[in-house]
């Protein structure tokens, strides 16, 4: 039981922050049609933001804006500088946006060192709680809640403003969106920096959870998003919260029960969507 | 007299290397409604999204109450007044009624929502189904809403391509009866195959053949014109 | 009058005759060494452009292959006798593997666009190493193993010249590949894949043929690469290696199939150099990012590399009065 307990939030932790990377990959996807190879690299960003603000200011409050922060800036330069000069072309934004995950790994290497760095657990979310023969680990809970409050609060801005109304009509049908009299390029620009704000969140939480963070953690990290985006469906929100904890959850039974097996499980979850539900499991209606 | 919203000027455009519009030239009266006339891809269609930017013009310009707005993007122009019904309506499917009337309108204030009850009086059936999803709705329905839509975006032009595409009879009934009322409030430039339809709600007409006009005149001339209609819209 | 064609195969003469006698003219362990490894990673970039140059395809799985080679030729040397007919064997039957994981690979994930197709080959290609890493008794995981290469192969300058004819062969093979009606289809599907499908092609069958001959090549490659090292371990199925062909191809120029081998030239020589400064200027232990600087203003500046700008500034001199050439830059 205490074990069964620990896995599944254990797999509910991981899947957040898998969640809070393909959130962002999902959504940018969807209107903007570019999927972003880059992504991890802000996820790294992010973790490496946290790590170096918390150390600065002794508080995590802080230390996490300070990696929203980040992710803000890099979402806003990624946009301008890499994705607007190739958009519509696919073959170059892949290849551009892989070029990218590249320099931002490596520039983490030069700013913060190319080894590992310790990242710690503030105070007051360090240690467990124990429920009857149940050890639960507060931080954990925390990444759990973390990630329901951005899918509740991203789902309400999506479903009740005017500005998630047009991201959805612009999923469906950019053209039209415009035609209206929206610039969607502007809407491409929150989109963006939104997605990677969420990376650089994602990163930060991930940070205390491993305890040590490393430049190529983005890439390990993108590969479990592009999982998950493609298996809740291009373009999907709700999609990409599902199958992050699904993806979370099979990786942490398997990677008790069956350690080799456990990233394999995923990606054979992913060849078999591909192969058999190429649109995903929620794929958003166009 | 009435003033010129609308004139479109010797505009030449290419969609990938295929050269579409060659030399498309018509004017839109302030409270008429014009209607481009022509085979299937004589370039009626182009000639909308040309005048919104979605396909912009290399040569010839396009003027908005005198105002050029030929190298414009497509969401200035729309804001400058422009509505677009394409010829799929481009319904947002997940979006309800509602909000697919909320993406298009820029305002809230009274004159939108008053322009909203003018709609939604002249389709009623759109205030049945305000909130059920777009995608659900009817042939006849999409195009209601997305007429609806481009008009209370504040729209002084209309842009509407082929409103009876694909309905019933009766459908069509109603929708030419809707436009006829809308073109109390707005100017509207038609597309439309249906002659029928054309000739009874139409004031004056261009006719367009290989993606260059080849006549234009009062919708009346044309009724009569058998030798015209034979040559460039096969009927008569 | 000599035509531009002659001059270039005068030129290309020139060259191939340098590059033989070069080990007996500069008597250096390390040059020999470094030249070795650039003609290595030529093959590997070649075989790149086959997918992304002329296919339009663009893997970034192509590691895997490179590590089916590299692995294939350790293991059965080192399992086997050092002898040249087990390397021999062991580059057949790492191409013999390379080309059916190819197929097996592309029939599943071609079908897709091109978005989903690179990431799910960068997903199998993580797998790969997550697999080689775990079958330890195969492979020693990340340790890797030392092996005994042929008797053959110990003179560096022997091997050199083994690898560089190899690299004039696939070379010469490759171009007539991209030269046949099949190579021109693949183009077509390059170009425009919708109308190629709509002339009649299956584009899947071809686009699995060119992932076949990519991957049997940068299979060669990979057993070149385990050969000069004498050792292998997972990093040859990292996503390093298939960044190194990206960016030589790049660099080079997509589509020329000369240009990769600049490119690898390009790379491998600045490497060499930027990795010596090191030593005086830490900065310049991170040279990637220099790559990936230039890489990113290629794509989106010189999406031709230095061989297409090249050719087009060429062209653009000679044919003042000619029909200028409105081609698309190749690729992109």
Redesign the interface.
């Known amino acids: 039981m205490e074990l069964l307990m620990n896995l599944t939030i254990n797999g509910l932790a991981t899947g957040m922050l898998i969640f809070l990377l393909a959130a962002g990959l999902t959504l940018i996807?969807g209107l903007m049609d570019v999927?972003n190879?880059a992504h991890g690299g802000l996820f790294a960003w992010g973790a490496y933001a946290s790590v170096w603000f918390y150390a600065l200011t002794d508080s995590f409050v802080l230390a996490i804006l300070g990696a929203i922060l980040t992710g803000v800036i890099l979402g806003f330069i990624t946009e301008k500088l890499?994705i607007t000069?190739?958009y519509g072309?696919?073959?170059?934004q892949?290849?551009?946006t892989?070029?990218?995950m590249?320099?931002l790994t490596?520039?983490l290497?030069?700013v913060f060192g190319?080894n590992q760095i310790a990242a710690r657990t503030p105070e007051l979310l360090s240690g467990s709680w124990e429920i009857g023969d149940v050890i639960i680990i507060k931080y954990r809970v925390f990444i759990i809640i973390m990630g329901f409050l951005v899918f509740g609060v991203f789902q309400y801005i999506l479903k009740k403003t005017k500005i998630g109304l047009i991201v959805r009509a612009g999923v469906m049908n950019k053209e039209m969106v415009q035609a209206l009299g929206i610039n969607i390029k502007n809407v491409f620009l929150y989109v963006f920096i939104a997605g990677a704000a969420l990376a650089a969140l994602g990163g930060a939480l991930m940070a205390p959870y491993s305890g040590v963070i490393y430049a190529e953690m983005g890439?390990e990290f993108a590969?479990l998003g592009?999982?998950v985006v493609?298996i809740g469906g291009m373009g999907s929100f709700p999609g990409s919260l599902l199958a992050a904890i699904i993806v979370g959850i099979t990786g942490s039974y398997m990677a008790y029960y069956v350690p080799?097996l456990s990233?394999?499980v995923n990606?054979m979850i992913?060849?078999i969507v591909?192969?058999f539900r190429?649109q995903g499991l929620f794929r958003a209606k166009g | 007299m009435m003033t010129t919203l609308l004139k479109v000027e010797g505009v030449h455009t290419f969609i990938n290397q295929y050269h579409i519009l060659q030399g498309i030239s018509f004017e839109a009266k302030e409270g008429e409604v014009s209607v481009l006339l022509g085979r299937n891809g004589a370039g009626k269609t182009t000639t909308l999204k040309t005048i919104l930017g979605l396909t912009p013009a290399s040569k010839g310009s396009v003027l908005f109450k005198g105002e050029d707005i030929t190298k414009k993007p497509t969401y200035g122009i729309a804001n400058k007044g422009i509505g677009y019904v394409p010829e799929d309506q481009g319904i947002f499917a997940s979006l309800t009624v509602e909000e697919n009337m909320k993406v298009a309108m820029r305002k809230d204030d009274e004159e939108t929502l008053a322009k909203q009850d003018y709609v939604l009086n002249l389709f009623p059936d759109l205030k049945k189904f305000w909130k059920k999803d777009g995608g659900h709705l009817s042939g006849g329905q999409k195009q209601m809403l997305a007429m609806a839509r481009a008009f209370v975006g504040n729209s002084q032009l209309l842009l509407i391509d082929e409103p009876s595409k694909g309905l019933a009879p009766i459908v069509i009934e109603k929708v030419m009866e809707a436009i006829v009322d809308m073109k109390k409030h707005t100017t509207i430039v038609l597309v439309e195959q249906n002659f029928m339809m054309a000739s009874r709600i139409g004031d004056t007409y261009t006719l367009i053949d290989d993606g260059e006009t080849v006549q234009a005149g009062q919708m009346q001339e044309l009724v009569h014109d058998e030798q015209l209609k034979r040559k460039y819209l096969g009927i008569g | 009058m000599i035509t531009k064609y002659q001059w270039n195969n005068i030129l290309l003469s020139i060259i191939v005759i340098t590059l033989f006698i070069f080990p007996f003219v500069i008597d250096s362990r390390s040059w020999t060494i470094l030249l070795t490894q650039i003609f290595i990673f030529s093959i590997l970039a070649m075989s790149y452009d086959i997918l992304?140059g002329f296919t339009?395809i663009?893997s970034?799985g192509h590691a895997m292959f490179f590590g089916i080679g590299a692995y294939t030729t350790a293991v059965m040397l080192d399992r086997l006798e050092p002898t040249i007919s087990v390397f021999m064997l062991s580059i057949a039957t790492g191409m013999i593997i390379a080309g059916l994981i190819s197929f097996l690979v592309g029939l599943?994930?071609l079908r897709?666009?091109?978005?989903?197709f690179?990431?799910?080959t960068?997903?199998?290609s993580?797998?790969f190493l997550?697999?080689a890493e775990?079958w330890r008794s195969l492979t020693s995981g990340n340790d890797g193993f030392t092996f005994r290469a042929p008797e053959f192969f110990k003179d560096r300058i022997m091997f050199y010249l083994v690898v560089l004819v190899c690299l004039i062969v696939v070379y010469i093979l490759l171009r007539r590949f991209v030269q046949s009606p099949l190579g021109h289809v693949l183009v077509a599907v390059r170009e425009n894949e919708q109308r190629t499908k709509s002339l009649g092609y299956n584009t899947l069958h071809y686009k699995v043929i060119a992932s076949i001959v990519a991957g049997v090549v940068a299979s060669l490659a990979g057993a070149f690469y385990a050969i000069s090292l004498r050792f292998v371990n997972t990093s040859v199925l990292t996503?390093d290696i298939t960044?190194d062909a990206?960016l030589m191809t790049?660099i080079g120029g997509v589509g020329t199939l000369i240009g990769p081998i600049i490119g690898a030239g390009v790379i491998e020589l600045s490497q060499h150099y930027l990795s010596g400064l090191a030593k005086d200027y830490p900065?310049f232990?991170?040279w990637?990012?220099f790559f990936?600087?230039i890489?990113?203003l290629a794509?989106?500046f010189f999406?031709s590399g230095i061989v297409g700008t090249f050719r087009k500034w060429f062209s653009k001199k000679n044919k003042t009065n000619g029909k200028e050439n409105k081609s698309r830059s190749a690729?992109?």
């Open positions: 996807f999927l190879f890499i000069p190739v072309n696919h073959v170059q892949i290849l551009i892989l070029g990218f590249l320099v490596e520039m290497k030069v190319p890439m590969i592009f999982i493609v080799s990233l394999a990606m992913m060849a591909l192969i190429p | 992304l339009g663009v970034f599943m994930t897709l666009k091109s978005h989903f690179a990431m799910l960068l997903a199998l993580g797998l997550v697999l775990k996503m960044l990206l790049i900065i232990e991170r990637i990012i990936g600087i890489y990113i794509v989106i999406p690729g992109l």
